[in-house]
């Protein structure tokens, strides 16, 4: 079955029912152990259509800007059994460890029990969709692009990273810079980035590409559109739902890359999963097209009180397999 819901009790118990969900699609189980290093669990696993991920969860406090829980997640190009899922580096801190690792990303404040989460998945991906609490959402994907043309690489690590700091209202300010969207392509200050890897002229292999606010080569700029300079839909998205019969469309999520000389790849769109304006739509609506059926959520809660988090009317949608 590629779609699972229920309640869980927490990112423990969150990890564990990922990990027969995946096991029942065909992915190799490398690692399922508690976790070394933190109040927690490590799963690895792999899918030749997906790729090689490393989860673990950590359920520590935090602190204001970025509280726990946390589910955290980095792809990897290989695994290896005799290398912890994180090792201190040079500074002595906890870093990944795995081979042509990425960096970390992380979805962060998944304080236990959870209302429901969702799970979206086949060999290509796996999509986690958390409702927290009551209309309060977070999202982590891992897979592998529908790519644009043949390259090396197309895995992705996305996740909602929120900053909670309640100064000048960040917590509920849906375009700050501070939070890290899925498919983002305005954080600057998130504690955590989204990720995608690949090999393209001029960059080394392997490259994990980070979406960034910066117009620099080396960077991406993902499809979620806060940023109208490098948003591919943002005039679109902003222009919907449609005056004329109140409908919202699911766009693509298209990815770009931009390499030495200010050249840009569009790599290509995760599958199964769009982006949508919820002006008139309800969290964990069903819209149905043709014969899909997709369900749809904000990032993170749609127009949240102050003081509270608020991802105003960006919403994720997802194609529901059954």
Known sequence: MAFETGPANG?????DKLKIFADALGYEILRWRDSSDYNGKELSLKHSKAGVFNFYTDNGNGDEGNPGPWLACYG????????????????????????????????????????????????????IVIEISPGVYAHSSVGTLDKAFDYVGGEYVVCTSWYHGKYNNRIGSSGDNY???PWDNKAYYASYYDRIRCDLPDLNHPYWLTFYDREEDGYC???????GERGPIHGVFHHSPSTFNGLAPLFPIMNIARVTGGRRYILGTPADVR???????VPGQSMHIGNDEWLIFPVKSKNGPKGQPNSGIYGLAYRKIV
């Open 221 to 227: 700029w993902g499809g979620m559109p806060r940023n």
């Open 11 to 15: 990112v423990d118990d969150l990890l």
């Open 275 to 281: 982006i949508v304006n919820i002006t008139h739509l």
């Open 76 to 127: 990897s190009t290989s695994f290896d059994s005799d290398i912890n899922t994180m090792e201190r580096n040079s500074s002595n801190n906890l870093a990944p460890a795995q081979p042509g690792h990425s960096p970390l990303n992380a979805t962060n404040g998944l304080i236990g029990p959870f209302t429901r989460y969702y799970f979206f998945g086949t060999q290509q991906y796996l999509h």
């Open 179 to 181: 939070h890290g969207y």
